[in-house]
């Protein structure tokens, strides 16, 4: 394979590699806003403080992500953003109203400061369920049809439970006492849905999607892909087990946020294999959506020093505010 041929995988790479990395960071902090309306106000002010230094980060990945689909897959970027304009439109306003909830929470009265949780909570809740449509019709290839319509509706529901364990998991990290209880039973109760969403959208893909059922239904394919959903059905299971030890509130309280991050990866694995080699399923492949060699040349000169740049500094954040979350104030 030469250079200009590698070049688009590369890029492909570097998409679902910041896509996945914003799933992770940002869906921990989406799923702790859709948690608030289960917390009293003093632990709301605690899970605000356990993202308020991450969230905003966070979001970087994403605008990396589509800053690489539209410079590097333009042919994509059209048909992709061409039919998502509306949810990504409600997306976009969803995380306008949570950053613009963030920030006035703090200034507003206390009679006021419910609203703004409020608008946290659905702007939280917004952002999640357009992502996970936006994700069930790109993988169907924007097809037609109540069958590809009730598939996209199922992932958009699964994604938000998704982030609320996600979301559960980072609390039992970062909090202490009541509220970490009350995090480790949240997280048993969205393990449920999760479960239950990720084999429902696993047999269904194949029905919705003759590239798919074709990739993953055929021998001997099927026989090297089955360490693909076993590691991710470990993981979920040994994800809920250990919930129930506990341990899980002390010595391992990172471990049921590792074990989902682990099932998650397993997950874009798979659809990573899904879609391969097409940019728009069934319709473009990687090569026909990609930009000239030459433009992708200078592009990963960019992406060369910026990638680095920003995983540095997302790695710094973390570092720095490690530990429990301390008592929320504003000097």
């Known amino acids: 394979m030469t250079w200009d041929q590698a070049l688009p995988l590369i890029f492909i790479s570097l998409l679902g590699l910041a896509l996945f990395i914003y799933v992770v960071l940002d869906g921990f902090d989406l799923g702790v806003g859709m948690l608030m309306h289960r917390a009293t106000p003093d632990e709301r002010n605690t899970m605000i403080g356990s993202i308020g230094p991450f969230w905003d980060a966070n979001e970087t990945w994403l605008v990396l992500g589509i800053g690489l689909l539209l410079i590097a897959f333009p042919k994509a970027n059209s048909i992709i953003l061409g039919n998502l304009y509306i949810p990504v439109a409600f997306m976009l306003i969803g995380l306008i109203l949570r950053g613009v909830a963030f920030d006035f929470r703090v200034k507003a009265k206390v009679q006021h400061q419910l609203s703004w949780n409020y608008a946290f909570i659905a702007g939280s809740t917004l952002a999640a369920l357009m992502q996970g449509w936006m994700l069930g019709r790109y993988v169907t290839g924007f097809a037609e049809g109540t069958s590809f319509t009730l598939f996209a509706a199922a ?32 997280a048993k109760l969205a393990w449920v849905p999760v479960v239950a969403g990720m084999v429902l959208i696993s047999l269904a893909t194949p029905w919705v999607s003759d590239v798919v059922r074709e990739r993953w239904f055929q021998f001997p394919q099927i026989i090297g892909l089955l360490p693909i959903p076993l590691a991710t059905g470990a993981s979920l299971l040994a994800l809920r087990w250990v919930l129930t030890m506990p341990a899980v509130r002390t010595q391992i309280s990172w471990l049921p946020f590792v074990l989902l991050i682990g099932s998650l990866l397993m997950g874009a694995f798979g659809l990573a294999y899904s879609l391969y080699p097409y940019a728009v399923i069934g319709k473009m492949t990687i090569w026909e959506a990609a930009s000239s060699p030459e433009a992708l040349t200078v592009i990963f000169i960019g992406a060369a020093v910026t990638i680095p740049v920003i995983f540095a500094y997302s790695l710094f954040a973390f570092w720095v505010f490690r530990g429990k979350v301390k008592e929320l104030t504003y000097g």
Do not use: D, F
């Open 155 to 186: 992932i958009a529901l699964a994604v938000p439970a998704t982030y609320v364990l996600l979301g559960a998991c980072w609390l039992i990290i970062k909090t202490e006492g009541e509220l970490q209880i009350k995090a480790v039973y949240w």
